[in-house]
């Protein structure tokens, strides 16, 4: 009797049955090709450090970010990172000539617990690799209050008393000072937490702040 074993991988986002040759990252070519179709980039204008969104947050961003984030298909993150960010990156890139670290905005700690990962950091990892640049985590969130659970006001306030430097291993100042950073967040809502990430970098002689973001909710 022959037995065969048949693999057969689903779309992480749609759930269609997924032809192997056809894969890339778990997600079907339909879904890859509605990310790339979604509306986007814009560029923001939240505050004084330029603030660009690859795509607007919803549809299948949306049903994207969820399977990345809520159900942990870390696998999302290659093709978001690749579709989304890196364009992005190469574009600041060209434009501002050069760029010295790729840090990330931290996730508040309640969250990582439940994900299992810091999703900011993971694609500001893909990010870097990419681009061949070092990848900073020069932030950590203090407080045990999650943004859920406030109000939008609320909310901001929360997020500009709740980041803080990480302030870990000697050669640590060294690293961030004169630098030109690129700052990896996956969702922009008020730009409260981008911009209090900024601040933070300037203040510790950063020479210039760009934020990139996966969506945003506009
Ligand atoms: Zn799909």
Known sequence: ???????????LICGVTLVSSESSDGICPRCIEEIRNAP??????????????AREYGGIIREALRAYKQQGFRRIGHTLARELLLPLARTHQQEEGFSDVIASVPAHPGNRRIRGFDQAHDLATRIAVEMDLPVERPFRRSGRTTQK???????????????????GDPGWAKRLQDRRFILIDDVVTTGATIHRCADLLEEFSAVSVAALVLAATL
């Open 1 to 11: 009797m022959n037995t065969q074993w048949f693999f057969t991988e689903s779309c």
């Open 40 to 53: 986007g980039p814009f560029r923001l204008h939240i505050g004084r450090s330029p603030v660009v969104a």
């Open 149 to 167: 659970s406030l109000a939008r006001t609320a909310r901001e306030e929360n997020a500009q008393h709740a980041i803080i430097l990480r302030r």
